[in-house]
């Protein structure tokens, strides 16, 4: 079989085709999340309020250390999941996209480490008890008390 | 060494050796990610990444990447990328070093950062330079090729060099300022050929050159200007003994972008000068200036699927939008469309999991301004109109 270019309408019409019928799969299988989030860290860190300006700076992998110098790890469930979506709606108040984004530019051009991604709420719960200058994100429900709850102050504070 | 198949997976086991070596040492503040991608092109005309006009059109688009980075102190970060890329060209690209940097940077507030980066560095050039090989970093197959065309890539990508830095937050602006100063890379033939012709004997070197960013982001928008100033001597026997030829290369790029839940748009501007010094043998311009612009609109309507679509021109010359005075100048050698490009397309990029993305697009091009030498050799039998399908499969770890 011989194929040239002239089959070009054929193949734009597949081509539309295939992207609506991925259109439609892909709201099909949406599915809608309504969980609060708290943001966790390790039990002994010693910052235990972030104002939401800095919990913008460490997702955003801008602020690498806490107050006490002690580095920062940083753990996201799959950034394709709703509950990754919605945390970074409601809780950060950025896009996943654009979150995304930033990782990207950062990670690939030597600036910064990405995110460690973990698999379930559980996962990134008992990830963040072990691991040290860590700090991550779980539904209210899933809190128990070995990591820590940090209280968010919402709104942009300059007292710094 | 040639980037073919075979080293791609040999790279590919020793990066996995690497992987499980991080892995059981649990370093939290250390990371090496891998890229792979494999793309596929193919046009109604012209060649594009290989012989894309054959009947299957061309698989020569291939490009592996694997960096290192690690936190040593909270104020030291360094890290490394290594990179191979194949594009269908005769000089085809080792396996190089892409960046490799240290930086060292100072918090004296939750609200400002600032700090020095030493070493080979990425240029910081509009929004896409930076990881313009990764392939999932990209908002579609190819980048827009009015501002990030390959022909004098090697220029654009990386530069040994220092950049100084200061990243401040006032209430929800996010501003980011960098300048640099630069030796740029030529080490590819092509990049003289492309800016001096394809007959010239000799070869351009690098003096110091200059990079700067500024960017603002104001939730929904992100604003930048950023841009280069290079200047390169030419060194050849087309040029008399007692004169310094050399060409002087000043870039400024305005880039923009706009995001909501939906949908982001994204646009930049670029003004492109080239001053040729005693270098009338080998131009028929002593000046040029060119200027590209794309406008981008992506639809985020799932978490999986994107769609976009796209105009994209690029004039290289303001004083010659048509062509015309070149093609006279060179008795139709170079043709009146390898002068401006002007490409609509319509994409989109599926991200199957979080490891593996497939792309595909289709593009409507008038005109070959951006089209690589490399695959064309002759300008003059280039069409003037003609069609690209794109796509692309990578994988990261």
Not at chain 2, 145 to 167: K, P, W
Not at chain 2, 377 to 385: R, Y
């Amino acid at each position: 079989m011989r194929l040239t270019y002239s089959d070009n309408k054929l193949k734009l019409l597949i081509f539309i085709l295939v992207m609506i019928t991925l259109l439609k799969i892909s709201h099909a299988t949406e599915t809608p999340y309504n969980s609060r989030y708290v943001v966790i860290t390790h039990a002994d860190t010693k910052n235990k309020t972030l104002s939401i300006s800095e919990l913008q700076g460490i997702y955003g992998l801008k602020i690498k250390a806490w107050d006490d110098k002690t580095p920062i790890t940083i753990f996201s469930t799959n950034p394709l999941n709703q509950e990754h979506h919605n945390f970074c709606k409601r809780v950060l108040g950025v896009f996943a996209h654009q979150l995304q984004r930033a990782w990207d530019r950062l990670t690939y051009s030597g600036r910064a480490i990405s995110p460690t991604i973990v698999s379930s709420f559980e996962e990134m719960r008992d990830a963040v008890a072990k691991t040290p200058g860590s700090i991550g994100y779980i539904p209210q429900n899933e809190l128990t008390s070995i990591v820590y709850k940090v209280k968010i102050i919402s709104g942009d504070d300059h007292e710094g | 060494m040639k980037v073919s198949l075979v080293t791609y997976l040999a790279l590919l086991l020793t990066h996995t050796g690497l992987i499980h070596a991080s892995s059981s040492t649990m370093l939290p503040s250390a990371s090496i990610n891998t890229f792979m991608s494999q793309g596929y092109t193919q046009t109604s005309d012209n060649n594009l990444y290989g012989k894309s006009q054959d009947s299957y059109g061309s698989f020569s688009l291939r490009e592996f990447g694997l960096n290192a980075s690690a936190n040593i102190t909270p104020s030291f970060f360094t890290s490394a990328q290594i990179l191979a890329r194949n594009t269908g060209h005769d000089e085809d690209n080792d396996i190089s070093l892409d960046y490799a940097l240290v930086d060292y940077s100072h918090s004296p507030s939750e609200f400002r950062t600032y700090g020095i980066r030493l070493g080979r560095i990425k240029n910081p050039l509009g929004f896409y330079n930076e990881t313009r090989d990764v392939a999932f970093t990209r908002p579609s197959v190819i980048l827009p090729q009015s501002i990030y065309f390959d022909r004098t890539r090697d220029l654009a990508l990386s530069a040994d060099g220092i950049h100084v830095y200061n990243n401040a937050k006032l209430f929800s602006h996010n501003s980011e300022l960098t300048i640099g100063i630069l030796k740029p890379r030529i080490e590819d033939k092509s990049t003289t050929k492309t800016l001096l012709g394809q007959s010239v004997q000799g070869s351009l070197k690098n003096n110091t050159g200059y990079v700067w960013k500024a960017e603002l982001n104001t939730t929904p928008y992100t604003l930048s200007l950023s841009g280069a100033n290079l200047e390169l001597t030419y060194n050849g026997p087309e040029i008399l003994a007692d004169k310094e030829a050399n060409v002087r290369f000043l870039i400024n790029i305005l880039s923009f972008q706009y995001d909501s839940e939906h949908i982001s748009i994204t646009s930049e501007y670029a003004d492109r000068r080239f001053k040729f010094t005693n270098m009338e043998s080998l131009t028929p311009f002593k000046k040029q200036n060119g200027e590209s612009f794309y406008l981008q609109v992506t639809t985020l309507s799932s978490l999986k699927f994107k769609y976009f679509v796209r105009y994209d021109v690029l004039y290289q010359n303001k004083d010659d939008r048509n062509g015309n005075k070149l093609s006279r100048l060179t008795n139709g050698n170079r043709p009146n469309h390898s002068q401006f490009a002007k490409d609509w397309t319509l994409g989109m990029r599926w991200d199957i999991n979080r490891f593996w993305v497939l792309s595909i697009e289709h593009h409507w091009i008038n005109g070959t301004a951006w089209l690589p030498f490399q695959n064309n050799p002759l300008p003059s039998e280039t069409k003037k109109t003609w069609r690209l399908f794109a796509g692309n499969i990578s994988f990261r770890y």
